[in-house]
């Protein structure tokens, strides 16, 4: 218990200083550190515990992404200085992460995953960049003007195995997007009114739950040569059983309907 608070502490203060998304190597490196720390005294997941745990929406912490084949782009200091820099932190500091995992059947099993993406636009590039001139400083880069925009990717899930530890391979299927704005639907809607084609071969990947109880929830993934960590944690006000979005009510109903 004392091991996976510390990890929460680590996390929390992470974010707090640079934002969900880490990019210097100390940070990931501090990250790193703890989770491994905490998986290294627990046991794998047991599919009684995804059965416990996994449904629900869980807030994302923080999330790293390491090139497994040793390109270290915090080195780059295109990357990692002046104008850069400033706009990856203020992004990273805009945007809240959520996972949202349910099951749409009667049977109970883990059937989508949705990334929750919610987003503070910025105003002008003066929010961003100090010293720039009126002319640019000014420029509106929000034409939309929302106060909240929130883009729901829409997965297609499935637990693909659970040993030798529990993996849930996903495919993206359609994109939603909703706003705070006189130009977008509150509810939200498919983005140019389309889903994804062929997601299950164009748009597919997987991760694997390392550890996982009430409280967190710690995922592993790769994407080509780029190792994925992230660290989550339980929403615990918005039940998974209420949970309400766009097309969710309809997807459960053709759901018990089909079977």
């Known amino acids: 218990e004392d091991i996976k608070q510390s990890l929460l502490e680590v996390a929390k203060d992470l974010a707090a200083e640079k934002g969900s998304f880490l990019y210097d190597e100390g940070s990931k490196d501090k990250l790193r550190k703890a989770v491994d720390a905490l998986e290294a005294v627990s046991d794998v997941p047991s599919r009684r515990a995804l059965k416990s745990f996994y449904e629900g929406d869980w807030k994302l912490i923080c999330t790293t992404s390491t090139n497994t084949k040793g390109l270290d782009t915090t080195r780059l200091p295109f990357l990692n200085e002046g104008p850069v820099r400033s706009l990856r932190q203020t ?127 710690i995922s592993r993934g790769r994407l080509g040569f780029v190792d994925q960590l992230r660290v989550f944690e339980r929403m615990k006000d918005e039940p998974a059983t209420h949970l309400k979005g766009p097309g969710v009510e309809q997807d459960r109903e053709n759901d018990q309907r089909a079977a």
């Open 91 to 217: 992004l990273s500091e805009r945007i809240d992460v959520r996972q949202r995992i349910r099951s749409m059947k009667v049977s109970g099993e883990i059937d989508r995953v949705d990334n929750v993406i919610e987003i503070r636009p910025l105003d002008s590039f003066g929010a961003v960049f100090n010293g720039l001139p009126d002319r640019l400083s000014s420029i509106n880069v929000n034409p939309f003007e929302l106060s909240t925009a929130v883009v729901t990717l829409v997965h297609k899930a499935e637990i693909e195995s659970v040993n030798p530890v529990p993996r849930t391979k996903i495919s993206l299927q359609s994109v939603v997007l909703a706003g705070t704005s006189q130009y977008l639907d509150p509810l939200g809607a498919d983005v140019l009114g389309i889903n994804v084609p062929l997601g299950e071969f164009l748009n597919s990947g997987s991760y694997d739950t390392t550890f996982i109880d009430g409280d967190i929830r």
